[in-house]
């Protein structure tokens, strides 16, 4: 595909510049990256400590773990890189207070194209492929590479998967949101070294009309809070009727003490009474994606065991064609 190919299918800039313009002449305090993550997670920066969570805005947060599963194409939106900062430095520095944020010339921008920074991502990671230690490497460039197979009219199989989405149940396991509050969103985040929480939409509170609310530092009479158990941020699946496993349905009232896995192991009673932020939420919250990941284990386990019965099986009927393949060439 030609670059202009590449820009209508998916609405980027074509033009010249393919790196992520910065001023050559600041000096190391005035670094971009430095000043884009004081304004959005209010504390100085430490490259290798910073975090996505860090981010207090929730829409900021939100496009940083956009852009990590597209035009940077890493599996956990995690540690933030200076390059991701500088690019996000183009949005924020409209909204940024001046003295925090000072606006660089209109002209900074005007031969970067993003166009040419994709390309210049792919071939990073096509070199990437050879040189990784991994024997079977994988990325996902989430929504960017299916459009342009599209616009070449190059049939794509049926995916019995699908594809996976940053919506609220994603959202929560990375802990963006703590849940629902009679219909709302509870949205949490460090402010001054302590986690707050805060009930969205509230179009007042993330807006950006007012100058510096993308520092998302807000007064105490605006935070969520006391309350009771949180709601999940969708409704529960179904249960089958008959599951192939039959561990998943012991009696939950009585251990089986010869049970190697399944869910009665890990049953674990939520705290009855509203828990205020601090060690015991955090605590029950960490035994809960503990037993989130307990439960996913055994899943693991149970195929495992299958796929190994499976290739018992095979290995038996091939040792006996083996055996009266030798008795025939005899």
């Known amino acids: 595909m030609t670059f202009k190919e590449i820009g209508q299918a998916l609405g980027l800039k074509d033009l010249e510049e393919s790196s992520i313009p910065i001023p050559y002449d600041a000096t190391r305090e005035e670094n971009i990256a430095k000043m884009v993550w004081k304004v959005l997670a209010g504390k100085s920066r430490k490259a290798s400590r910073d975090k996505n969570a860090s981010i207090r805005h929730p829409s900021v947060r939100y496009l940083h773990r956009l852009i990590v599963h597209t035009i940077f194409p ?11 900062l500088q690019l996000l430095h183009q949005t924020v520095q409209h909204y940024g207070h001046p003295s925090q944020l000072p606006l660089v010339s209109t002209d900074f921008y005007k031969n970067f194209g993003m166009v040419g920074f994709f390309v210049k991502r792919l071939i990073h990671y096509k070199e990437w492929a050879w040189t990784t230690g991994d024997s079977e490497p994988r990325i996902g460039i989430g929504g960017l590479i299916t459009p342009l197979l599209k616009f070449k009219d190059i049939s794509l199989e049926d995916d019995p998967i699908g594809p996976a989405f940053m919506d609220g149940s994603y959202l929560k396991k990375a802990q963006y949101f703590s849940g629902r509050f009679e219909g709302t969103f509870v949205y949490s985040y460090l402010q001054s070294t302590k986690e707050v929480e805060v009930l969205l939409p509230n179009w007042n509170l993330p807006g950006l009309t007012r100058p510096g609310a993308i520092s998302f530092d807000n007064w105490e009479e605006h935070l ?15 249960k089958k009727t008959a599951d192939r496993c039959d561990v998943f349905q012991e009696n939950t009232s009585g251990l089986n003490s010869e049970l190697l896995y399944g869910p009665p192991r890990y049953h674990f009673e939520q705290h009855p009474i509203t828990l205020p932020n601090g060690p015991l939420r955090q605590a029950h919250e960490h035994i809960g994606n503990l037993q989130r990941w307990n439960k996913a284990q055994d899943r693991t386990i149970f195929k495992l065991k ?25």
């Open 74 to 84: 890493r599996k956990e939106a995690g540690p933030v890189n200076d390059e991701e």
């Open 224 to 238: 969520f809070g006391p309350h009771g158990p949180l709601g999940p941020m969708r409704s529960p699946k179904r």
């Open 306 to 330: 299958s796929k190994c019965k499976e290739l018992s099986k095979i290995v038996k009927r091939q040792a006996e064609a083996s055996a009266q393949f030798m008795k025939k060439s005899r």
